[in-house]
């Protein structure tokens, strides 16, 4: 059974860094691309930033490029978004997510709904 944890959300100022850890179990994930995704209180949820764990090919939202880095560690199989230069509207919970390399036809790596499964979210709160 496949599980993603996420942890290392918190309150921070702006202009802070954080970085929020995704902990994945249940498979092996060399043909998946794993994702992060933010949810605004009253918003949609929102592609932030994607990675092939394969190759590690990373994609970013334009809101995000230049701040935030994704990263995967293999042996410890765990995803990282370290979040730099922190913003009050990067306030929001965030999600990792998981979904089968060979469902992003085309690089639609922002498509929640190609990711089949999700973790619980940890929340981030960036105070002005």
């Known amino acids: 059974q496949v599980q993603l944890v996420e942890s290392g959300g918190g309150l921070v100022q702006a202009g802070d860094s954080l970085r929020v850890s995704c902990a994945a179990s249940?498979?092996?994930?060399?043909?998946?691309?794993m994702g992060w995704f933010r949810q605004a209180p009253g918003k949609e949820r929102e592609f932030v930033a994607a990675?092939?764990?394969?190759?590690?090919?990373?994609y970013y939202s334009e809101s995000v490029k230049g701040r935030f880095t994704i990263s995967r560690d293999n042996a410890k199989k765990t995803v990282y978004l370290q979040m730099n230069s922190l913003k009050p509207e990067d306030t929001a919970d965030y999600y990792c997510?998981?979904?089968?390399?060979?469902?992003?036809?085309?690089?639609?790596?922002?498509?929640?709904?190609?990711?089949?499964?999700w973790g619980q979210g940890t929340q981030v709160t960036v105070s002005s």
């Open positions: 997510a998981a979904g089968i390399l060979s469902a992003f036809y085309g690089g639609n790596y922002y498509r929640r709904e190609k990711y089949v499964y």
């Open positions: 249940g498979r092996t994930f060399s043909n998946y691309v």
């Open positions: 990675i092939r764990w394969g190759d590690g090919t990373t």
